[in-house]
């Protein structure tokens, strides 16, 4: 139980996410496959409601407060922006499944959760976006694992 609740909290942080939580679940704690998987697919949604709810309110509270701190994470949150505003202009919100279950680094469920809240994405369209790149996400992280233990392991 204590190894499936690090798996979980490993795969809801922003810089982990599933994609350093599934390998050490199987190479590490030896879960197989689908534990892995079913463990830090859940974790690693966790955070998504939180940050789609606190995250504009945070940022208002950050404006008023703290406006320092409030211009870097503006200044990076409009970088995302930039950097992807292209798609999501011509796939809308399929556009943020598609960045959740491209393999790239700063593509993960917060990041992608951010433009969300950025883009101003309604909920009934952003979460099951994310859910769906996150399915396929997901999978292939897992894929990726096996077939590295494997390779490894001749």
């Known amino acids: ?10 795969s809801a942080l922003p810089v982990t996410e599933l994609r350093l939580s599934v390998p050490i679940a199987i190479g590490l704690f030896g879960f197989t496959p689908f534990k892995a998987w079913a463990i830090a697919f859940i974790g690693n949604l966790i955070p998504v409601p939180f940050l789609l709810v606190g995250m504009p ?5 950050l404006e008023k407060r ?12 409009r970088a995302l922006e930039k950097d992807h505003m ?7 919100a399929l556009a943020l499944a598609i960045l ?14 951010a ?3 950025l883009f101003d994405i309604k909920h009934r369209y952003a979460v099951p976006a994310i859910i769906i790149g996150h399915v396929f996400a997901s999978i292939g992280v897992v894929l990726l694992t096996i077939g590295a233990f494997k390779v490894t392991s001749l």
């Open 115 to 117: 433009l969300a809240v």
């Open 66 to 77: 703290i406006p320092r701190f409030h211009r870097f994470v503006d200044k990076k949150l």
């Open 1 to 10: 139980m204590k190894q499936e609740l690090s798996i979980l909290i490993l």
């Open 86 to 92: 292209k798609s999501y202009q011509r796939f809308g």
């Open 100 to 113: 959740v279950a491209a393999p790239l680094p700063g593509s993960g469920i917060w990041s992608v959760t």
């Open 57 to 61: 309110k945070i940022l208002v509270w």
